[in-house]
């Protein structure tokens, strides 16, 4: 866990950790059992249990799209959901951040061209 990440929890701990407070997870569908071989894999987006369910997926509290405006005692109507206690907003409050990428990771997914150009040229012969 990287440090955002844990200020994060500590700041957020009734966070989803389905969604780590995103409100919807991701992933990469799998392209041999997409019917389309050859094709690199789909990206896809699914609304997290927690905001289907009308729970924030940052403080736990209560989803609307009719929120009080605070000191004012008025009533605001949004088109997002959003949360009453900790104004989380859906698709626009981000959540827990991401993993940080270290070289090796990128290299892991993308290989490592210059690596082997390098190990190539110290080749004898
Ligand atoms: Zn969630
Ligand atoms: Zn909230």
Do not use: F
């Not at 005692?73 to 626009?92: A, H, I, N, S």
Request: aromatic share 8%.
């Amino acid at each position: 866990m990287t440090e955002a990440q844990k200020a994060y929890a500590e700041q957020w701990p009734s966070h989803c950790r389905k969604c780590g407070g995103w409100g919807y997870t991701t992933g990469w569908m799998d392209p041999s059992s997409s019917g389309a071989p050859g094709y690199g894999g789909v990206p896809w987006a699914d609304t997290c249990e927690c905001t289907e369910e009308g729970r924030c997926a940052r403080c736990g509290g209560r989803l609307a799209t009719v929120v009080p405006i605070p000191a004012s005692g008025q009533k605001l109507t949004v088109d997002e959901l959003t949360c009453v206690d900790c104004d989380w907003v859906e698709g626009e409050t981000q959540g827990m951040p991401p993993d940080e990428e270290t070289p090796e990771d990128v290299r892991a997914r993308y290989g490592a061209p210059n690596d082997l150009a390098r190990d190539a040229l110290k080749r004898p012969g």
